[in-house]
């Protein structure tokens, strides 16, 4: 969830603030000059929308623009910035950004947001408006730091805009909006996003199934719930109560290396990549510290049994139930990074479920607490039954990193695996979704990047079914797996590989260069997760 939680700055949210108001003022001057054609970007001031405000047009010249700060000056094509604010209830304040490009591919992509939103996600505007979208995005109804949900607190109507109700509104204004600027309407519908955004592509695909033709659902938070409750029984079991953690990054580094000398040969190919954590069997019980050995080389038994729980499933004590599968090997890099206990799992509980901004997450019990937040939840898109969705030929794109530490890789594949029992069928399924699992990607970002956007335009307009992605492998980093916004400047890749549509792996075909795809091949791979707790054995699913 990471990408998403980094905090939006104080100074970033006054530079967002101000622009509106100047925007505004800027719309109160131009209404007393000539009306200018109906096309016009300015004349979109005027139009009204049903529970919608458009609170400024104007248009931006091509070159050099920032949205606000922190993000650093970018070229962009000419276009039209709208802002509005919607308000499908009483107590909803929707902000949305739509960008209109002077030069439009007659398509529209909607993004989505990490984290608990709070802020226009600028980045995925950006890229998309480059490509010749017509883009949108929304703060899901409020304003602040993508880690906080204070907003929650005695606010039902805006949690029903975060969970589900933003991105809907969003998309049918905005398609109304495109239609008054251009004349007609968009050709093809697509979303993006990752992390709680890649939740928000499958509430859409699962409640709003004619808003989108394609959805790419990125490392998506479907089960908000369960990914929630075991992110805060991982933290409290790393932090009891007044003490310091007992794995911080410096375990997580070791335990890594690790990970990595038993397991990255595993897959044929000594790159210091292991292609399938799944089948790695490591225990971090192995490094516990012997006699006369340093301790900055090993673990103590207590932080020994503490990683290898993270690995675990997390389940009801009660009943065995699974509320969340584990981290899979290979995430490690990860661990000492997430703030714990981790605020947005803690505030789902307190001003969620409880409603109480004193509840001590301490008290959590796992039994209990995950019953009670399970029974109201209605942020979680788990709904199996992408039919509808089928029938208007809608194609869903999901990835995931399979050195995830936020989110757990293998909620994607118990996800996907439920749409194929629903379907009846793998065949049935791959028609119209698929699921890609990047080797080495952390939380949405990391090891490969592709281009999920093409994939999906290629799949959606031209039905060229994606079998497998040109992954180019990012430069290796000796700390944490990368989050947040892509940079500005493009990474200088050191090599590619496929990135295959699940269940396949890349295999290396044995000769040629490791760092050219070509060497590689998409061969069939075990479906399912790893069975209870090791050593790893696949269970098959289908
Ligand atoms: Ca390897």
């Known amino acids: 969830m990471l990408e998403t939680f980094r905090s939006v700055s104080t100074a970033r949210r006054h530079s967002v603030i101000a622009f509106v108001m100047l925007a505004m003022s800027a719309a109160a001057v131009q209404a007393q000059a000539p009306k200018p054609p109906p096309s016009s970007c300015e004349a979109l001031a005027t139009l009204t929308l049903p529970n919608a405000k458009i609170v400024s047009a104007e248009a931006v010249a091509a070159g ?8 650093p000056p970018i070229k962009v094509p000419a276009f039209c910035r709208v802002s509005a604010t919607l308000t499908p209830s009483a107590d909803s304040d929707i902000q949305i950004e739509l960008w209109l490009p002077t030069a439009w591919n007659g398509k529209y992509l909607a993004n989505g947001i990490g984290g608990w939103g709070g802020a226009i996600p600028y980045p995925g505007l950006i890229s998309a408006l480059q490509r010749g979208y017509a883009t949108s995005g929304t703060d899901t109804g409020h304003r602040g730091n993508m880690g906080a949900a204070e907003f929650a607190l005695d606010h039902p109507e805006k949690v029903k805009d975060f969970a589900f109700r933003a991105i809907h509104e ?116 192995s490094l516990i510290c012997r006699a006369g050995q340093s ?47 981790m605020p947005p799992a803690v505030g789902e509980y307190q001003f969620v479920v409880r409603g109480d901004a004193h509840w001590d997450p301490y008290t959590f019990d796992l039994s209990r607490d995950v019953a009670e937040a399970r029974r109201t939840d209605i942020i979680s898109a788990l709904n199996p039954d992408l039919s509808a969705f089928a029938a208007r030929h809608g194609k869903l794109i999901q990835y995931h990193g399979l050195s995830d530490p936020i989110i757990p890789t293998e909620a994607s594949i118990n996800y996907y695996e439920s749409v194929v029992a629903q379907q009846h069928g793998l065949d049935k399924t791959e028609a119209y979704y698929r699921l890609f699992l990047v080797p080495g990607m952390g939380h949405c970002m990391g090891a490969y990047d592709a281009d999920w956007i093409d994939a999906l335009d290629q799949w959606v307009e031209h039905g060229k079914a994606p079998q497998e992605l040109l992954g180019h492998r990012l430069p290796p980093t000796n700390g944490p797996p990368p989050m947040g916004p892509p940079p500005a400047v493009a990474p200088v890749y050191t090599g590619t590989r496929p990135i295959c549509a699940y269940p396949a792996m890349a295999k290396y075909n044995g000769v040629g260069s490791a760092d050219s795809a070509n060497s590689f091949s998409c061969r069939p791979a075990p479906r399912g997760v790893r069975d209870g707790d090791g050593p790893v054995k696949l269970k098959s699913t289908g």
């Open 64 to 71: 050099d623009f920032s949205p606000g700060a922190p993000l």
């Open 170 to 285: 969003m998309t049918v204004q905005s398609k109304s909006i495109i239609k008054a600027f251009y004349g007609r309407p968009d050709r093809l519908a697509y979303f993006s996003g990752c992390s709680a955004g890649g939740k928000q592509g499958l509430m859409e695909v699962q409640k709003y199934p004619t808003d989108f033709d394609g959805v790419i659902a990125g490392a998506p938070a479907a089960d908000w719930i369960g990914l929630n409750s075991a992110s805060l029984y991982d933290s409290l079991l790393n932090i009891p109560k007044g003490q310091k953690p007992i794995i911080g990054p410096a375990q997580g580094q070791l335990i890594h290396q690790a990970v990595i000398a038993e397991c990255d040969k595993l897959d044929g190919l000594a790159d210091g990549e292991v292609a399938d954590p799944r089948v790695c069997g490591f225990k971090a019980s």
């Open 295 to 341: 301790p900055e080389t090993c673990l103590t038994p207590e932080q020994a049994a503490v990683a290898d729980k993270f690995y675990q499933a997390v389940r009801d004590p009660k009943d065995g139930t699974l509320i969340f599968p584990g981290m899979l090997p290979s995430s490690e890099q990860g661990w000492g990074m997430v703030p714990v206990p």
